[in-house]
């Protein structure tokens, strides 16, 4: 048990809303990244996903379309130490190692847009 974080990729387009859209309906998707149990950064999605307007109650099993806008923002939390103070159940704690591989992240969902694939976030737990 614990929380269960995966960025995916599928075909340009493919997602027609930035939140609360079916990845049951998307075509092929494959994972990009995976993180298990960094809250700090599960909290930073989270607000995204309602600043999106995401309109579920709780934010798990819910994805988020990343852009390049949002992934600049994330680099920016990221290396100014801002991502938010994030608990739950079984969530663990995020103690700032975890920078260096979220920043790979953002390298690797950038060359995926710049490729032509959306990128989306989902989580677990």
């Not at 269960?4 to 998307?26: C, E, H, N, W």
């Not at 680099?75 to 079984?90: H, Q, Y």
Request: glycine share 8%; with cysteine.
């Amino acid at each position: 048990m614990g929380l269960d974080m995966y960025a995916f990729v599928t075909a340009s387009g493919a997602i027609a809303q930035d939140v609360d859209f079916d990845t049951s309906a998307l075509p092929a998707t494959s994972e990009l990244h995976y993180w298990r149990k960094h809250p700090n950064l599960h909290g930073w999605m989270e607000q995204l996903y309602f600043a999106k307007g995401g309109q579920r109650e709780v934010f798990n099993c819910t994805p988020v379309r990343l852009t390049l806008d949002d992934l600049a923002e994330l680099e920016l939390a990221i290396t100014s130490g801002n991502l938010p103070p994030t608990s739950g159940f079984f969530f663990g704690e995020s103690d700032g190692s975890e920078n260096k591989d979220d920043l790979a992240f953002v390298a690797k969902a950038r060359e995926a847009i710049e490729a032509g694939e959306d990128v989306f976030y989902d989580s677990w737990w």
